[in-house]
């Protein structure tokens, strides 16, 4: 998903008025899109993982060679495909093993999926549960025409109360950082699509089918 999504989904988020009184210079932002992105070169390590302004929730062994960082967007239909299709068996063959530690990262497309990154941040340590259910079922609040309704009740399965939701979704300071993680790709790693990922720095813009994993993996462990 390279581009911001426009349209319906975009037009009726920004009218949720109170449920995101945030503010509307940031949206623009967003909005603006992101710079080109730089040549898929090596990123050292130690900028990489220079602590973002949220921190890190990662899996996997502190010691594992292999190092994964996705940058995603909740709206990003790849995004989800990976997650569905992919990241199980990821998690089964490389991280539960040892071989990989993973952390996925905020870069939201569209205030949606802003709101979708700070739900899940909101959740605690259900986070990577929140995660996983929002791609899961993304067409159920992401592609419809009143996307608050549908990820209100998407975001219900978590236990989550409408009074936690409409918290979640004012934290200024919270947005401010989900917007800092995404500007910090945007602008130090030229990142610009999504889903992008670093393998021990290697940038790898682009979905990675399960069929490839293996394949893209290999190199990394000779």
Known sequence: M???????????????GGA???????????????????????TPLDLLLAEPALPDVWLGDPKAPV?????ASMTCSHCADFNVRTFPALKAK???????????????LDPLAAAGAMLARCSGDKREAMVELLFQQQKNWAFVNNPLEGL????????????????????QALFEKVNAVRDVAAQKFGINSTPTFFINGDKKPGEIPPEALDEVLAPYFK
Not at 152 to 171: H, S, V, Y
């Open 2 to 16: 390279s581009a911001f999504r426009r349209g319906a989904n975009r037009r009726n988020f920004l009218m949720f």
């Open 20 to 42: 995101l009184a945030l503010a509307g210079a940031s949206f623009q932002a967003l909005a603006q899109g992101a710079p080109k992105a730089a040549p898929a070169a090596k």
């Open 67 to 71: 190092t994964i960082i996705e940058y």
């Open 94 to 108: 490389y991280i539960d093993t040892g071989k990989v530690r993973f952390a996925l990262r905020e870069f939201p």
């Open 152 to 171: 209100r009740d998407t975001i219900k399965q978590t236990g989550m109360g409408p009074a936690a939701f409409e918290a979640c979704l004012n934290d």
